[in-house]
């Protein structure tokens, strides 16, 4: 087979001349074509939303208690010691919990982490708006 006639099979079936002189090239967005890749990503996309507005929410609520306690020059240091208690546990069973994902099922373990994260958030919020946290 002539070049040409390569290039001009190619053309036929919608490849272009870079994608064929890659064959290893794909696209950024093939993963998604993997419904299972599409499942864990769109709830990764959810459950980060949530971490995020709930890192929000803790902060404004430690403002406004440092407000209403009248010491609203301590909320910087408040908030600070909030990001702190939200960093240790990781840094502090970062290397256990490796351990243990490489040796549980993950899918599980997801499902397991998620849904906790899910019912701590839920609890906060119901203290927030029952106005138990003082």
Known sequence: MTAEELASELETEGLDEAAAAEPGRTSAWSALEHRDFRLFWVGLVVSN???WMQQFGLGWLVVQLAIKD?????????????????????????????????????????????????????????????NQIN
């Open 70 to 130: 009248g010491v609203p020059q301590l909320a910087p240091f408040y908030l600070g010691l909030v990001g702190l208690s939200r960093a240790l546990p990781g840094l502090a069973f970062g290397l256990f919990g490796g351990v243990v994902a490489d040796r549980a099922d993950r899918r599980r373990l997801l499902l397991l982490t998620q849904s906790s994260a899910a019912v701590a958030a839920a609890v906060l919020a119901v203290l927030a708006i029952t």
């Open 49 to 51: 939303i949530g971490t």
